[in-house]
């Protein structure tokens, strides 16, 4: 469903350098201070790039940053039995620009950053940090703390705006420049958000890097803005410019939202998470010699697939798959026969996180699959070139998924079939075998 935005008219009518002229009027020009002492708190690459141009305008005009700091989040603890430790990027970062660097686990009561002759810090900044800043580091410090944030606000907030704007196939995205709130996250006052005319457009199915590469350097561009403009020097002016109608918040990514939900998601959306969380995974479920087993199957590197023919009905061809025609799709008897190299159409059972059980048919598309959904009255076609099935070493898709289903045989794909739909009714086939 398409979002929908208001935005406050006196500012979304006017121009771009209409919009500065009345910051300026607001008194964002005429505001002063010290040269900073700066608390840069970050981790990832977004803050990679924020960092760096923070670092370059020290150096241009140390009038305004006098000094950075680096705060850090400690080296995790990775891989099998924890015994490597992986740093988080900004460290590497903060090493080349011979920054003093501080690593932190979380924050104690009375936390305070030992500098020389006890000098305070004058404003934290954070990007993408990941960690709380409590109020009292805040209040030790002269302006507080600004933080730079990848979307809307206050659409969006929490720790993962780009994994839920990809998700959720929003068109358009922006930044915000907030303070840093006492009690919450992403709570602060907007000192300045990405104006209308100035939204960035986000291609179909695009990827997380390939936004993330998008933002971070208008994400750049927004704090070193406001820092030449002394944003952070009270009083401040709440700048937001949009009241959407229901607000999205942005998770941490979890497990949970990698589960495929064949029941419910369509084939874009699929897709869509694809793109935005990498490596996507269900419960393959199994049923032979007396027992059941659920294998966890890991979907990657996944694309709809348009074929050259397309139908909205199961009978009759199917599609054409690039020199490759489906024939005799879905006969009287249910069987699928394929032209070469496709041999046989396959069904595969996914466990949903509900405990219920979803049959989707595939086929062999080179080392890949391809899997045919109905959706509503067309069919849709799902690329998937790589599984990995739990406990087997990674390998394309078809080999993969042969290794725990079975051919459709014509005489059992749909015995006992209560309305002989596809898929639906009480589908039952054989139980599947290992195909290696």
């Not at 606000?153 to 709130?181: C, F, K, W």
């Not at 139908?311 to 394929?338: C, H, P, R």
């Not at 070139?385 to 749909?414: D, F, H, Q």
């Amino acid at each position: 469903m398409k979002r929908t935005f208001s935005t406050i008219p006196s500012l979304a009518t006017r121009s771009v350098s209409q919009q500065a002229a009345h910051c300026f009027r607001r008194g964002y020009g005429s505001k002063t201070s010290k040269p900073l002492r700066v608390l840069f708190c970050g981790s990832d690459e977004l803050s990679c790039e924020s960092l760096r141009a923070v670092h370059a305008e020290h150096e241009r005009n140390p009038d305004l940053i006098a000094s950075i700091d680096v705060l850090i989040r400690r080296a995790k603890k990775v891989g099998r039995g924890l015994k490597r430790e992986r740093d988080v990027p900004i460290k590497a970062v903060a090493g080349e620009l011979e920054l003093p660097i501080h690593e932190i686990g979380h924050f104690i009561p009375d936390w305070k950053l030992r500098r020389p002759n006890d000098e305070k810090i004058s404003l934290i900044i954070a990007v993408s940090f990941g960690l709380f800043i409590p109020a009292q580091v805040l209040q030790d410090t002269e302006y507080g703390g600004i933080n730079i944030h990848p979307s809307l606000i206050p659409d969006y907030r929490g720790a993962a705006p780009l994994h839920h704007v990809l998700m959720n196939g929003e068109p358009s995205t922006g930044i915000t420049l907030q303070t840093l709130d006492h009690h919450s996250f992403d709570r602060g006052t907007i000192l300045a958000q990405t104006a209308p005319p100035g939204l960035i457009p986000i291609p179909p199915l695009c990827t997380y890097d390939q936004l993330l590469d998008m933002i971070k350097p208008r994400a750049a561009e927004m704090l070193i803005s406001g820092l030449r403009k002394r944003l952070f020097v009270p009083p401040f002016t709440d700048f937001g410019l949009y009241k959407p109608k229901e607000v999205r918040l942005a998770s941490k990514i979890t497990s949970e939202h990698r589960q495929i939900d064949w029941a419910n998601w369509d084939t874009n959306k699929i897709v869509r998470h694809s793109k935005a969380l990498g490596r996507l995974w269900s419960q393959c479920y199994v049923e032979g010699r007396g027992k059941a087993t659920a294998y966890r199957t890991i979907f990657e590197d996944m694309a709809i697939f348009k074929p050259a023919i397309e139908t909205d009905t199961w009978v009759g061809m199917v599609g054409m798959f690039e020199d490759t025609y489906i024939k005799n799709a879905l006969t009287n008897s249910g069987y699928l026969q394929i032209a070469q190299p496709f041999h046989y159409g396959y069904w595969s059972t996914f466990l949903l996180a509900d405990g219920t059980k979803r049959k989707e048919m595939w086929f062999q598309h080179g080392e890949g699959i391809i899997i045919c959904r109905r959706e509503g009255q067309k069919l849709q076609y799902l690329l998937v070139n790589k599984v990995t099935v739990e406990g087997k070493e990674p390998s394309g898709a078809y080999r993969a998924m042969c290794s725990v289903n079975k051919i459709v045989e014509p005489e059992k794909s749909l015995e006992g079939a209560a309305d002989k739909s596809w898929p639906g009714g009480s589908i039952t086939i054989d139980a599947p075998k290992a195909r290696r």
